[in-house]
């Protein structure tokens, strides 16, 4: 395994309420992403990061936020959840232009 | 960003090669070619990658055309555990700060 954990690896739900998931490295990698997966739309990314405080947006942000406030820890937050948010979400770390590995995603259902 | 295309769906027997195309004509100068394949209810894992040359490791080969608008990436003995969707990817070399977006890739099954 790549040091890569997510947590919850599931996680149900009520449309409204926040929910944060986690990402937590032990590579010491700068760069840290979130993407979700959906059927008919492959991997999307959300956000990521390339470093400490330092985020972006990535392709389908909206609704979404994250914060790096220790190089381990990247936090993916839903401030108030909603159906069309269940998904199966990834995170990823890279340290450069090397390859980047992917953990074991959280199946996150909003009822 | 440059784009890649990738048949949507692709069929080998078991213990025969298997040709994964991608094409991605306005590649740029700097631009390497990554693979990724993920696994039925798994993360996607790297591949393989490359500029120019043709690469190999212990997973698979990398063939990229001379014009390098194109590339395959070749399975040389396809086994059931092989099955998955198969994502062929641009990353720009000259910077390490890049997005890595997903394409839809290649589902290759396996057949027994």
């Known amino acids: 395994d790549a040091g890569i954990t997510q947590s919850p690896r599931h996680k149900v739900t009520e449309t409204g309420t926040p929910v944060t998931l986690r990402c937590h490295q032990t590579?010491?990698?700068?760069?840290m992403y979130w993407y979700r997966q959906d059927p008919g739309h492959g991997l999307r990314l959300i956000h990521y990061s390339y470093g400490v405080k330092d985020t972006d947006k990535g392709e389908v942000s909206d609704g979404y936020s994250v914060s790096r406030s220790k190089t381990e820890d990247f936090l993916l937050t839903l401030e108030s959840a909603t159906s069309s948010q269940t998904s199966v979400y990834f995170c990823?770390?890279?340290?450069?232009?090397?390859?980047?590995?992917f953990g074991q995603g959280t199946r996150l259902t909003v009822v | 960003d440059a784009k890649t295309t990738q048949p949507n769906s692709m069929e080998s027997n078991e213990e025969e090669p298997v040709h994964l195309p991608c094409n991605h004509s306005?590649?740029?100068?700097?631009?390497?070619i990554h693979w990724y394949r993920q696994l039925p209810s798994q993360g996607p894992e790297y591949v393989i990658h490359g500029l120019t040359s043709n690469v190999n490791n212990r997973m698979a080969s990398l063939a990229i055309a001379e014009d390098r608008k194109s590339s395959t990436l070749i399975l040389h003995r396809a086994t059931l555990r092989d099955a998955a969707v198969y994502y062929c990817i641009l990353r720009d070399k000259k910077t390490s700060y890049d997005k890595v977006i997903f394409g839809p890739g290649t589902s290759l099954s396996v057949i027994p």
């Open positions: 990823a770390i890279k340290s450069g232009i090397t390859e980047a590995f």
């Open positions: 590579e010491n990698h700068r760069y």
């Open positions: 306005t590649i740029s100068g700097t631009d390497y």
